[in-house]
């Protein structure tokens, strides 16, 4: 198990899932919001589920130590009775498993009696509270409570009692929320001196998904003084997996527990750190399903609401995602051909700089005319594609130029943490320009998205100030572009230090620059990405070139990654002070 925790639980919530859906909830075995509960997205099946064992409920007060990882598991003193609730989602279960394990530590029999009690909230995640509109079945050892077409089915080893009616319940998990509790479920057991017992309970729904990504071995050590960055690149992958599913077709959603979709540009950036651990079967299903899409869609939904606008980003970073797996795997004709529909919404002003809705970069509460993150996002896919307007986008790149520092929109001077993005691509020398970031965004935590000198500057707003994991693996893949070891190194740790917060393991949407306090989803798809992306493209330098998996690490460094894919083959790449050395994994 990943982590083990014996204190301070009510600080920390977990997230496991498969294709079909996840638990979300705290560690301290709380609802707490309300986002906890089992979803099938984007759709909610249970506010909460609870145990009572011979009239004590398991809880915080008989919690003393808790299991983090692929499942979770609550350990319970019952006086007479020691109590795991053990909850997993295997891949064979559209749903998830409670699996409850009883030690009798006394000398005599001991009759156990447990009690369920279900908060089952059947709704799309948009309603928050809706009309409690229900119908139940029980049998002997299953019941099914039904809303809309949509059914939860709870399923029992042992024989289940049903007492009580089924009632409507307001609860304030933060917000009020509304439930019902189709009555109490219990079962029995008789357990021997000494002895174990168990009964597994099943939660699934209809609409079923099956499978699971196939586990890769990736890995990487770089030598003392390093451990957090080995821990993140782990916890990385074990992240980007945990957010995959079959809903709509295969994807992975942008975070945990409430972006419950497939967002374009957040699949894409994904997608890079995806191909660099070497899930490229996954991607090509990813990019085919967006391909299948009318337009670009700035998402794929996972319910019946529509789509929404298209992100201006979504096209080109869709042109660079596929162009990366062509590299290093394959892609469809498919696909191809939407990298030649993608081109069809590039617009290129007199200027030579691209021409995009103001509203449409994803800093989406923001309106961005001629923004920098855009512009190279074009220069970057129309190199990769070779086409003519790649010079006429290098040229209008110089329009962003003011007084020798790169800004964030041709019209005014900010500085942001979009402008590392043409230096991570090569895009411009950017010397000075590299040094003003360094200076202006790198806090406590990471790079936050606006310079701390800007007038409108605030540690916790959203887009102006905040830091955010995607900004900072931006500014450490440009500072290791440049060759800044250290900096690079150092934007990693800084945020690798969050993964032991608030979700275990997990790499947060954005947090407060001062404080460090989350403000957004606890696991974000593209914070995990970027780590990885920035350590195996930039730090080992790995890239395909003419066909040929080559590595250009940074002079100084020393580390080993190993089972890295290309083609179909794997590979373990060794540098010492800056030289590499591939070998083939036999």
């Given at each position: 198990?990943?982590?083990?925790?014996?204190?301070?639980?009510?600080?920390?919530?977990?997230?496991?899932?498969?294709?079909?859906?996840?638990?979300?909830?705290?560690?301290?075995?709380?609802?707490?919001?309300?986002?906890?509960?089992?979803?099938?997205?984007?759709?909610?099946?249970?506010?909460?589920?609870?145990?009572?064992?011979?009239?004590?409920?398991?809880?915080?007060?008989?919690?003393?130590?808790?299991?983090?990882?692929?499942?979770?598991?609550?350990?319970?003193?019952?006086?007479c009775l020691t109590v795991e609730e053990v909850v997993e989602t295997p891949e064979d279960v559209p749903g998830f498993r409670v699996t409850l394990k009883f030690r009798n530590n006394t000398?005599?029999?001991?009759?156990?009696?447990?009690?369920?009690e279900l908060g089952v909230d059947i709704r799309h995640k948009s309603e928050d509270v809706h009309d409690p509109s229900y119908k139940t079945e029980f049998s002997k050892k299953k019941m099914i409570v039904e809303s809309y077409g949509r059914r939860l089915m709870v399923s029992s080893e042992q024989p289940l009692e049903k007492k009580g009616e089924t009632e409507v319940k307001e609860h304030f998990p933060g917000e009020k929320q509304v439930c019902i509790v189709p009555g109490e479920l219990c079962f029995k057991k008789k357990i021997g001196p000494e002895q174990k017992a168990e009964n597994i309970i099943e939660f699934t729904t209809n609409g079923q998904r099956f499978g699971k990504l196939e586990e890769k071995e990736n890995s990487i050590s770089f030598g003392e003084n390093h451990e957090i960055i080995e821990r993140s690149f782990t916890n990385s992958e074990k992240s980007l997996r945990n957010l995959v599913y079959d809903r709509n077709g295969k994807g992975i959603i942008a975070g945990h527990p409430w972006f419950q979709?497939?967002?374009?540009?957040?699949?894409?950036?994904?997608?890079?750190?995806?191909?660099?651990?070497?899930?490229?079967?996954?991607?090509?299903?990813?990019?085919?399903?967006?391909?299948?899409?009318?337009?670009?869609?700035?998402?794929?939904?996972?319910?019946?609401?529509?789509?929404?606008?298209?992100?201006?980003?979504?096209?080109p970073l869709f042109i660079i995602a596929a162009k990366e797996l062509e590299k290093h795997y394959?892609?469809?004709?498919?696909?191809?051909?939407?990298?030649?529909?993608?081109m069809g919404h590039l617009n290129i002003d007199k200027n030579n700089v691209v021409d995009h809705i103001p509203e449409g970069t994803w800093m989406d509460t923001l309106e961005r005319k001629s923004a920098i993150d855009i512009h190279s996002l074009w220069?970057?896919?129309?190199?990769?594609?070779?086409?003519?307007?790649?010079?006429?986008?290098?040229?209008?790149?110089?329009?962003?130029?003011?007084?020798?520092?790169?800004?964030?929109?041709?019209?005014?001077?900010?500085?942001t943490a979009n402008i590392a993005i043409p230096i991570m691509f090569g895009h411009h020398d950017g010397d000075k320009t590299l040094e003003?970031?360094?200076?202006?965004?790198?806090?406590?935590?990471?790079?936050?998205?606006?310079?701390?000198e800007d007038e409108e500057y605030s540690s916790s707003s959203y887009h102006k100030g905040s830091t955010w994991g995607l900004t900072t693996g931006w500014l450490a893949a440009a500072n290791l572009k440049k060759g800044e070891l250290e900096k690079g190194l150092g934007l990693l740790k800084k945020f690798s230090k969050l993964m032991d917060r608030d979700q275990p393991g997990a790499f947060p949407e954005i947090v407060d620059s001062d404080t460090g306090e989350n403000l957004g989803c606890v696991e974000q798809a593209w914070s995990a990405s970027m780590i990885v992306h920035a350590i195996d493209r930039y730090l080992f330098g790995i890239d395909i070139k003419d066909g040929e998996l080559v590595a250009d690490p940074l002079k100084g460094f020393n580390g080993t990654r190993k089972y890295k894919r290309f083609k179909d083959n794997l590979y373990h790449i060794r540098c010492q002070n800056g030289e590499a050395k591939i070998n083939k994994v036999v």
């Open positions: 198990m990943d982590y083990i925790l014996e204190k301070d639980f009510d600080e920390y919530c977990g997230t496991i899932s498969n294709m079909h859906g996840f638990v979300h909830r705290y560690l301290d075995t709380g609802f707490k919001t309300k986002w906890a509960g089992f979803w099938v997205p984007p759709y909610k099946f249970l506010d909460y589920f609870a145990f009572q064992v011979n009239g004590t409920w398991l809880s915080p007060k008989t919690l003393f130590k808790t299991e983090y990882g692929d499942k979770m598991v609550f350990h319970h003193d019952l006086d000398e005599d029999p001991k009759a156990v009696h447990t009690k369920m979709e497939y967002w374009g540009r957040d699949a894409f950036w994904a997608i890079l750190g995806l191909i660099d651990l070497g899930y490229f079967e996954f991607s090509l299903e990813v990019l085919q399903n967006f391909a299948k899409q009318d337009n670009f869609p700035n998402q794929i939904t996972l319910g019946d609401e529509e789509a929404g606008y298209l992100g201006e980003d979504v096209p394959k892609i469809t004709d498919e696909i191809h051909e939407k990298m030649i529909e993608a220069l970057e896919a129309t190199k990769m594609l070779g086409a003519s307007t790649n010079e006429m986008l290098e040229k209008g790149l110089e329009e962003f130029d003011k007084n020798g520092v790169l800004t964030d929109c041709r019209e005014n001077d900010n500085i003003k970031l360094n200076s202006e965004l790198i806090n406590e935590y990471g790079a936050a998205t606006l310079s701390i």
